[in-house]
């Protein structure tokens, strides 16, 4: 072979290798520099000026709308507390506490970002919908079946993502929440 086909070659080889690997990246991402709390993670510079060109290209893919940290901090979690992979078939109990931010708002989605089709057309729980007696401290049970109480469906699902979001942080977004302050994700029992 030519040594002018095998430079052809390479960088054609190179190009399709580099741009799959990148579109594989954007699409299995986190939002933003990922931090790790727990089972939930969230970005540092999501809705900023200094938002990396990967960031960028997740949030236009799964984000929707980032709005800047001051606006809303988003965390995602896709395992639960015992690190176990997030199933559509199981029960979920979230039990959290008051969050530092005006409201709140829990969404479960599929891997690839989607809203989750089900039955009752339950996509979100957030703190707005629950009595007063519950703000401090609240239960949500996440399940494939109905639950007494606050329940988020998960269609059946394979796999699956929650999303919080917390707007008007209490701290202008400036930090992140703790371990103690995100609800914790107890797998109760499976089908």
């Known amino acids: 072979m030519k040594p ?26 986190a939002i933003g520099s990922a931090d790790a709390i727990g089972a939930w993670t969230t970005g540092r510079d999501f809705g900023t000026a200094e938002a990396s060109a990967y960031t960028r290209a997740v949030v236009a893919l799964r984000g929707l709308l980032a709005l800047p940290a001051s606006e809303a901090r988003y965390y995602n979690a896709s395992v639960d507390d015992a690190g176990r992979p997030l199933d559509g078939k199981c029960r979920y109990r979230l039990d959290g506490v008051g969050l530092p931010a005006r409201w709140w708002s829990l969404t479960l989605y599929d891997p690839k970002g989607y809203l989750v089709a089900n039955t009752p057309g339950i996509y979100s729980v957030g703190s707005a919908a629950l009595p007063s007696s519950e703000q401090a401290h609240w239960t949500i049970i996440v399940a494939p079946d109905p639950q007494p109480g606050n329940w988020l469906p998960t269609g059946r699902a394979g796999r699956f993502e929650l999303t919080l979001r917390a707007y008007r942080p209490d701290d202008g977004g400036k930090g992140n929440f703790t371990r103690a302050q995100l609800p914790k994700i107890t797998r109760e029992v499976c089908a």
Do not use: E, H, P
């Open 4 to 29: 002018w086909m095998r430079f052809l070659l390479c960088a054609v080889a190179g190009i399709l290798l580099g741009a799959g690997g990148a579109a594989w990246s954007v699409r299995a991402g």
